[in-house]
């Protein structure tokens, strides 16, 4: 009977093992670049808000679709607000994180109600909010060393 | 005429089994993270799907008989039932993976919750396969899946540069996020070279009664078919890059993805978006059950075909409806569609070695296949497969765990 060593894969096995453990050593990070990770998700999400109000305020997207986004958004802010209070990471890095993302989970809320109220001008300001804290997101993990798209 | 006609089951297998749920969720990561430099590993997975679904229908013209059924029958019970269950396992994540896909394009209009289309959908793909024949899924689904086209419009429109595109498609090492990286390409992968499309493929040459005088076709079909599918893809990651990127959204999620075509269609972009998540989700999802039933019934040996009456194949009809309620509970109980999408791609990619080395062995295999057997081209191609497909299989979980999102 064949199996998968008759056919002389063991070598390979063994090296993809070895690429897999190597893989899961690696991922030890330290507080301050896993909350540098964390930042980049923020920073999409904080993005995401921001051109889903754009979209609306070009009559691309429905208020449904706003307010949906805003709750997956802020859950997700939410979250990340959380790991950052638990975060060892060093104080200016991880305050000033939790005020963007704090604020940017309100600035989508008020997006959601004035959506609803269909209420364009302070739409477009809260999307030019949303744009401020991207920004300065951006800055603090460009201080920091890490990642801004 | 009537093998002209059957180039649509090549664009029925491109639209519902090559663009799914998982297709367009590695795709929007990859463009919305590393932009067109991972356009590389769906190359590569489309050459190696091109031959693997030009062996699979080969093999079905030649012998009259599906994969599974073959498997079973040559390599032995014993042999097939491991991987068999391993595989139902697989059919029955992909399935509601699917079903969330068609959920969450329902959510996207209607803003009611994933879970609340659960059953509805169910009902819906269940009453799909009940009420119709395979030519009519066929038809149906290849001609409504033409509205994923809008992937390859929108990304024309944004007239990205040919040089990175061009780039692309050489592999290369991440600059950034290097597990991310080497997570989404196996992801895409996954997503490109999914088990049941060869079982389903295989499955619908027999109903559609392929002889060897169908071998050519098979050919075309698949070149053709696989091509369609992939340059949506394509299109999918060349809009994600272009549109998602720049502004610096990573698309985790359904609701970012859904913003890719409003910038190239204002107003009807949304709308397109989510039409094109449903149609190519509802077909993979048809597929997907059926490929399902297909399996079952060819390891157990009972009456299958989609072209004939429930009351002659009772138990392969019993399989797929058991399937789709099975699968939507997962989204009816809250699990997250995305979520699910990238688990079953990296599964996706564990299982191959169990789709791809019987599989290598039965092209060889002369008694059946006379001088239809695989030539060095397409023996180098299945042994890259197999090569490729024990490195994800070992890959693919930690990656999962240290890259996945």
């Known amino acids: 009977m064949w199996n998968i060593y008759s056919l002389g894969l063991r070598p390979l096995i063994r090296t993809a093992l070895a690429a897999a453990g190597l893989c899961l050593a690696c991922s030890s990070q330290s507080p301050k670049e896993k909350l540098l990770d964390t930042a980049q998700t923020a920073s999409s999400w904080i993005a995401t808000l921001r051109m889903t109000g754009e979209q609306w305020g070009a009559n691309s997207v429905p208020t449904s679709f706003v307010e949906t ?17 638990k975060s060892q990471a060093p104080p200016e890095v991880r305050d000033p994180f939790r005020r963007i993302v704090t604020e940017a989970r309100d600035v989508g809320k008020r997006l959601s109600q004035a959506a609803e109220e269909n209420d364009r001008p302070e739409a477009a300001r809260e999307v030019g909010r949303l744009a401020a804290l991207q920004e300065q997101l951006a800055a603090l993990q460009k201080q920091n060393g890490g990642e801004s798209q | 005429m009537k093998k002209a006609a059957t180039l649509a089951l090549g664009i029925l297998t491109s639209v519902g089994g090559f663009f799914d749920v ?13 932009r067109l430099q991972l356009l590389w590993p769906l190359l590569l ?19 009259r008989q599906a994969l599974p059924d073959a498997i079973r029958t040559h390599l032995g ?3 097939w039932l491991g991987p068999f269950l391993i595989l139902s396992l697989v059919h029955f994540l992909v399935l509601g993976a699917e079903i969330g896909g068609i959920c969450f394009a329902l959510h996207l209009v209607t803003g009611l919750p994933v879970p609340f289309w659960a059953l509805p959908v169910a009902a819906l793909t269940w009453l799909f396969l009940w009420r119709t024949s395979f030519s009519a899924i066929e038809n149906s689904t290849s001609l409504l899946g033409l509205i994923t086209l809008a992937f390859v419009v929108a990304a024309w429109q944004h007239r990205p540069p040919t040089s990175q595109i061009l780039a692309g498609m050489l592999p290369t090492l991440p600059h950034h996020d290097p597990a991310r990286y080497w997570f989404i390409a196996v992801s895409l992968l996954g997503a490109v070279i999914t088990p049941y499309m060869l079982y389903f493929y295989s499955s619908g040459a027999v109903e559609d009664k392929w002889d060897e005088s169908y071998i050519g076709v098979n050919r075309g079909v698949s070149v053709i078919g696989m091509g369609f599918g992939s340059l949506i893809s394509v299109g999918a990651i060349v809009v994600a890059a272009v549109v998602l990127a720049p502004r610096g959204i990573q698309a985790d999620d359904y609701h970012q993805a859904a913003l890719v075509l409003t910038t190239a269609f204002p107003f009807w972009g949304f709308v397109l978006f989510a039409a094109a998540m449903g149609i190519a989700c509802l077909g993979a999802a048809t597929e997907v059950a059926l490929s399902m039933a297909y399996t079952t019934a060819q390891t157990y040996g009972w009456n299958w075909g989609e072209d004939l009456d429930p009351r002659e194949d009772a138990r392969f009809c019993l399989v797929y409806t058991g399937a789709i309620l099975a699968s939507s509970l997962l989204i009816l109980f809250g699990v997250d569609p995305l979520k699910l999408t990238l688990l079953t791609m990296a599964v996706n990619a564990a299982v191959l070695p169990f789709v791809a ?3 290598l062995l039965l092209m060889n295999d002369r008694k059946l296949l006379k001088e239809h057997c695989n030539g060095w081209i397409s023996n180098a191609v ?11 299989a070992v890959v693919s979980i930690p990656l999962l765990i240290r890259g996945g999102s």
């Open chain 2, 382 to 392: 299945t042994l890259l497969v197999v090569v490729l497909s024990i490195v994800l």
């Open chain 1, 69 to 85: 986004t805003v709750k997956a958004a802020r859950s997700e802010l939410e979250q990340e607000a959380d790991e950052a209070a």
């Open chain 2, 45 to 63: 997975g489309t050459i190696l799907v091109i031959f693997l679904i030009e062996m699979s229908g080969r093999f079905a013209a030649v012998t």
């Open chain 2, 77 to 79: 019970f014993a042999a």
């Open chain 2, 357 to 359: 080395i019987p599989f």
């Open chain 2, 22 to 34: 998982g297709n367009l969720a590695t795709a929007a990561q990859a463009g919305g993270v590393f």
